[in-house]
């Protein structure tokens, strides 16, 4: 047990390193068992990892009002119904149940270009 304290085993160690490396990041992560989380590592210790694991949240608007006062779809307002919110969740995982650890892609579109295509000529 002394072997596992001192964290000698050199896949722990990797995995604790790439950890290390995708902290603060939303990271894919799969465990041995079979289970997915996607969520934020906010901390690496040698034994464990902290994660923050989002969840939804059905929240209804306005049940207490009648039905006067409610809010119909408009520019800012989806419309009346449930609303959907996602919460961060912190939980704990011991290191050594880690399989896979992966980071999730966010494609980036480039922001249309406020002047013309160079060469412009006026005239």
Do not use: W
Request: aromatic letters at 14%; one cysteine or more.
């Amino acid at each position: 047990m002394e072997l596992e304290r001192e964290d000698n085993y050199r896949d722990l160690q990797n995995i604790h390193e790439k950890c290390k490396r995708c902290m603060y990041y939303h990271t894919k992560l799969t465990l041995t068992d079979g289970r997915t989380f996607d969520g934020i590592i906010e901390n690496v210790d040698p034994d464990r990892i902290i994660i923050l694991v989002g969840e939804d949240v059905l929240a209804r608007e306005n049940e207490s009002h009648s039905e006067q006062y409610r809010v119909y779809p408009g520019y800012y307002h989806p419309g009346p119904g449930p609303i959907r919110y996602r919460r961060f969740v912190r939980q704990a995982f011991p290191l050594a149940s880690l399989a896979a650890l992966s980071l999730l892609p966010y494609p980036y579109i480039a922001p249309p270009v406020p002047y013309p295509i160079y060469p412009y000529f006026p005239y």
